[in-house]
Nanobody, 122 residues
Framework: VQLVESGGGLVQPGGSLRLSCAAS????????MGWFRQAPGKEREFVAA????????YYAESVKGRFTISRDNAKNTQYLQMNRLKPEDTAVYYC????????????????WGQGTQVTVSS
């Protein structure tokens, strides 16, 4: 299993970024996918998750209405569109996978990407 995040960077408050997570080594279209983030000195926290078909999505309250999770099963890739970014969104963002949409929203996944840094600062 390999998960490779990309798309992070430095953005001003109020700006946007789109993260991608390219997956391989498993049947992507059968798995739920998730995004987590970890800021310095803090625990890894849930951001968003999407079921295998893309028909159900879940968000942390802190990002609801600003972030959108999506997936393209033909490309084995999931995305996180982040709008109206705030300094408190600064963190390393990780993607994960699990067959269960319940488990993928926890840190119990066996496989994680290496992370991509998002910094929101003026």
């Amino acid at each position: 299993v390999q998960l490779v995040e990309s798309g992070g960077g430095l953005v001003q408050p109020g700006g946007s970024l789109r993260l991608s997570c390219a997956a391989s080594g498993f049947t992507f279209s059968s798995y739920a996918m998730g995004w987590f983030r970890q800021a310095p000195g803090k625990e890894r926290e849930f951001v968003a998750a999407i079921n295998w078909s893309g028909g159900s999505t879940y968000y942390a309250e802190s990002v609801k209405g600003r972030f959108t999770i999506s997936r393209d099963n033909a490309k084995n890739t999931q995305y996180l569109q982040m709008n109206r970014l705030k300094p408190e969104d600064t963190a390393v963002y990780y993607c994960n996978e699990h067959r269960s949409i319940v488990v993928v929203r926890t840190t119990a996944s066996d496989y994680w990407g290496q992370g991509t840094q998002v910094t929101v600062s003026s």
